[in-house]
């Protein structure tokens, strides 16, 4: 076998992780919803001039999917996944502490929802990774219900000056 050959086969086993039709296309299905629905809530959020939008929730929800799918493709067994979830949603839990840090006034905590809403799209994403694609849009849509809430429950003199942002 010359150098091209060995480079070539070498590229091709590179490639190979997916096997067959199947596995393309529930890696590309699993991919796509999880960065879908981070999207609707994404649009939400940069709808309401929030500073986590539409990309940060479609990334954050993808690259939940995508370390799901790669563990189970990888042969992890459910104590091992287990331990990539919590390293997951650690990670992601500092990330969303950056956005609640963030304070205008001392007695004033702003970011909560913002951070909250990140962590539920990587939760929604990981259901999107497990193959689990319902109970990720059911979820979405519960955030998206909980989210439509400040309006009304301002409305209602519900929310206090000092709470936390929306």
């Given at each position: ?14 490639f ?74 650690a ?63 301002r ?12």
């Amino acid at each position: 076998m010359g150098v091209w050959e060995t480079v070539l086969s070498t590229v091709a086993a590179e490639f190979s992780d997916l096997g067959g039709a199947k596995e393309v296309t529930q890696l590309v299905l699993r991919l796509l919803l999880a960065a879908f629905l981070g999207g609707i809530l994404g649009l939400q959020r940069e709808r309401q001039g929030k500073p986590a939008g539409l990309r940060t929730h479609m990334l954050v929800s993808a690259a939940s999917a995508l370390i799901v799918v790669v563990s189970l493709q990888y042969g992890m067994n459910d104590d091992a996944l287990a331990r990539v979830l919590q390293g997951l949603l650690a990670g992601v839990g500092f990330v969303c502490a950056g956005a609640i840090l963030k304070l205008e006034k001392e007695e004033q905590v702003h970011g909560l929802t913002t951070a909250a809403g990140v962590w539920m799209t990587a939760v929604i994403g990981i259901a999107a990774g497990l193959g689990r694609e319902m109970t990720a849009a059911v979820s979405t849509g519960l955030v998206l219900a909980i989210l439509a809430l400040e309006g009304p429950a301002r409305r209602l003199g519900l929310e206090g000056r000092n709470s936390p942002e929306p």
